[in-house]
């Protein structure tokens, strides 16, 4: 019957205690202060969404959106109804807007404007040039 007492188990070593840390002492890291700059957090998901803009008050809240990465269709009827003085005003305002913070803006219709954050792009089609009506014939590949 072999001896229990004769194969003991090593005993662990302990890791190194960390000192204590003083919630009143800033913690020490290897950043410089100057490199520890803290971005303005913007949301990681891009919404498409429809606004409408009834009076020139409305483009505070529709440039933020802008700026917070949604892509915004502005139904522009409501607004146009009113004075299409405020409506030439208004998209003015949001074109200069659009092209200081890098995004796109395009009318949609007679009634909608499409505004885009910088990084997307709105695609805008190119119409091919008319082919001048002739009695030839178009050359081919043969």
Not at 65 to 71: A, Q, Y
């Amino acid at each position: 019957m072999p001896a229990f007492g004769l194969f003991r188990k090593p005993k662990k070593q302990e890791a190194p205690k960390k000192p204590a840390v003083n919630p009143q002492e800033p913690e020490k890291t290897d950043i410089p202060p100057q490199e520890l700059k803290v971005e303005p957090e913007v949301s990681s998901k891009t919404y498409l969404k429809a606004i409408q803009l009834k009076e020139l008050t409305d483009l505070e809240a529709i440039k933020e959106e802008v700026k917070n990465g949604n892509i915004l269709i502005l139904r522009i009827s409501h607004l146009a109804s009113k004075s299409i003085d405020d409506v030439k005003n208004a998209v003015n305002q949001l074109y200069t807007f659009s092209e200081s913070i890098g995004g796109d803006i395009a009318r949609l219709g007679e009634e909608r404007v499409v505004m885009c954050p910088k990084n997307i792009r709105i695609w805008r089609e190119k119409t091919p040039e008319k082919i001048a009506v002739s009695n030839e014939p178009l050359p081919t590949a043969t």
